[in-house]
């Protein structure tokens, strides 16, 4: 009985878990297909008010969403993946450690040979 509630509880856990990664993923797509909407359509709303190309696409206005929503999506992130994803996680010192210590021991054999 208790063998089954525990796979329960981690059948429920893992769901969550996909759950929280696929609407992750789903913002990306609509961050990435809203922001090249809008970006365009700025850059071509500045071409048809004459600005040359440069000016068109050196607008804080047209970076603006793009630069405060991808703020948010890096904050979705870390709530998704945390600082495991980029290599921090619980063991990552001791795995640093012994990389260091294995480099330093594969120079002592080198330089010993």
Do not use: P
């Not at 700025?42 to 696409?57: H, K, M, Q, T």
């Amino acid at each position: 009985m208790e063998q089954n509630f525990k796979t329960e509880q981690s059948y429920i856990r893992a769901k969550k878990r996909v759950k929280e990664i696929k609407g992750f993923y789903t913002h990306l797509v609509v961050f990435i297909v809203i922001n090249l909407f809008i970006s365009g359509t700025a850059i071509y709303g500045n071409l048809r008010s004459g600005d040359s190309l440069v000016e068109a696409i050196s607008g804080f206005g047209v970076y603006s969403t793009f630069l405060f929503w991808g703020i948010g999506m890096f904050f979705h992130w870390l709530s998704v993946f945390g600082f495991k994803s980029i290599g921090f996680g619980r063991d990552w010192e001791e795995r640093k450690i012994k990389e260091y210590m294995e480099k330093e021991n594969d120079l002592y054999k080198k330089v010993n040979r």
